[in-house]
């Protein structure tokens, strides 16, 4: 039981941490920072800051609250035109889909991973705890700097792949003339993938070595409360 727990806490830490920073990212101060950068894109079709980042918040508003697809069915580009058509507000449902599913599925790790803490505490077995976070940590940077290397040397073979597994073909490709496309161009995506790999790589850092440093601690002070137990003479 101790060795299945540990695994289960483990496991649980790589999806809770990737989830948690895409959480973070998506949120409306992204496309402020982003679209404020020097290098950043501007709309080659003239959409202004103000009107960009606007509907890019609105988007982001969108997927973080229970929204109905009205919300972006309503909103207009600064010529009365409607912003998004058709395909884009079926892409956009389905992105919404996808992100509260996999929320629902991090809390649920979540909310497993902290049972299993439980069930080894109750057990006194507070250095496996510390183990398993430590490991899944690693697990985490291990996995991470696979991914970190497909993005830097093929972006596009990333881009499309992460795509492909959760989108039907043929879903998710718009012209450029099309507003998701210019609100959220190829290097809006790269800059979000940075901040979530940065986020992920510095508390799976942290979580590895913390959980490493208090896990040896406690071992050894098992290991002397024990000696000291066996080397008690008996009255």
């Known amino acids: 039981m101790r060795r299945f727990f540990r695994i289960v806490l ?7 941490l990737v989830v948690g920073a895409v959480r ?10 982003a679209y404020r950068r020097p290098n950043f894109p501007p709309d080659r079709y003239g959409l202004d800051l103000d009107a960009r980042l606007a509907l ?20 207009h580009l600064p010529d009365g035109a409607v ?14 889909n ?3 599913q996999i929320t629902i599925w991090a809390v649920f790790a979540l909310v497993v991973s902290i049972i299993a803490a439980w069930i080894l505490a109750r057990r006194g077995e507070g250095v496996a ?9 690693l697990i985490t940077l291990v996995s991470l700097l696979a991914l970190g290397g497909l993005m830097l040397t093929s972006w596009d073979t990333f881009f499309v792949g992460l795509h492909g597994v959760f989108f039907a073909e043929g ?9 998701l496309i210019r609100l959220f161009p190829e290097q809006f995506w790269q800059l979000a993938g940075g901040w979530v790999a940065g986020i992920v790589v510095g ?26 137990v066996s080397s008690t003479p008996v009255a």
């Open 10 to 16: 483990a496991l649980v830490v790589p999806v809770v």
């Open 24 to 33: 973070v990212v998506t949120l409306p101060w992204f496309p402020t920072w």
């Open 56 to 75: 890019a918040q609105d988007c982001i508003r969108y997927l973080n609250l229970p929204h109905d697809l009205d919300i972006l069915s309503q909103l």
């Open 83 to 96: 912003a998004f058509n058709d395909r884009e507000l079926s892409h956009m449902r389905d992105v919404k």
């Open 98 to 100: 996808v992100y509260d």
């Open 129 to 137: 705890i510390w183990e398993a976070l430590s490991d899944g940590g």
């Open 171 to 179: 879903t998710w490709r718009f012209y450029y003339t099309d507003t």
């Open 203 to 228: 508390d799976a850092f942290a979580l590895a070595l913390m959980g490493r440093i208090i896990h040896r601690r406690l071992r050894d002070s098992k290991t002397v409360a024990e000696d000291e």
